[in-house]
Nanobody
């Protein structure tokens, strides 16, 4: 499977961006899809994920809740992350990831469960 993330860029605080992750090379309908981010000198952090265990449930890290929205377009095999009210602390490289096997609940925010990753797209938020 190949994951191609795009949509990053430079934006002022308070602005918006929409990230896209195109999934190709597999017809598998992945039950777990996630966005992670990694800022310089920091560990990779789970931002949001969709977990099909018990229904299509979305999870968010507290720092982005009510500002970011994850969604997927099955027909286009693409996952999106709509980011609104961006803050300088959102600056990071954003990665998408998928997993073919379900995990319980918010475990989908844990990077260790994923073995398929995109290359990352840079998001920079200026103050």
């Amino acid at each position: 499977v190949q994951l191609q993330a795009s949509g990053g860029g430079l934006v002022q605080a308070g602005g918006s961006l929409r990230l896209s992750c195109a999934v190709s090379g597999s017809s598998l309908d992945y039950p777990l899809i996630a966005w992670f981010r990694q800022a310089p000198g920091k560990e990779r952090e789970g931002v949001s994920c969709i977990n099909r265990s018990g229904g299509d449930i979305s999870y968010y890290v507290d720092s982005v809740r009510a500002r970011f929205t994850i969604s997927r377009d099955k027909a286009k095999n693409t996952v999106y992350l709509q980011m609104n009210s961006l803050k300088p602390e959102d600056t990071a490289v954003y990665f998408c990831a998928v997993r073919a096997v379900r995990v319980p609940g918010r475990t989908c925010l844990n990077s260790i469960v994923y073995n398929s990753w995109g290359q990352g797209t840079q998001v920079t938020v200026s103050s």
